[in-house]
């Protein structure tokens, strides 16, 4: 049951960063990056701080849902960079062949 948090930390970034990419808004994935990796520093170093279950609690959260959540921003971006650009090839080769 403990998996299913960092499977939707994961997953539900990436759906949503493929569609801002197909949609053509890089700035925006670029901003929820950014405010991702900000929340995994703002862990690591609250985890620091605190000893015991606190300290463990922030540490958690920074590994395992900032990290899977990052990781699935970029890979919805690789996703939707490279269905971007098979649609442009073949937009190309349409317009060529007519």
Known sequence: MGILVP???LILPCILTYFIIRA???ALVIVILLALAASMVW???KAQQYTGYDGLGYALFAVLMAAPAILGTL???LMGWIANRRTRAGLARREASE
Do not use: E
């Open 24 to 26: 053509g808004n890089r």
């Open 75 to 77: 890979l919805g971006w």
């Open 43 to 45: 862990g690591i170093w």
């Open 7 to 9: 499977i939707a930390a």
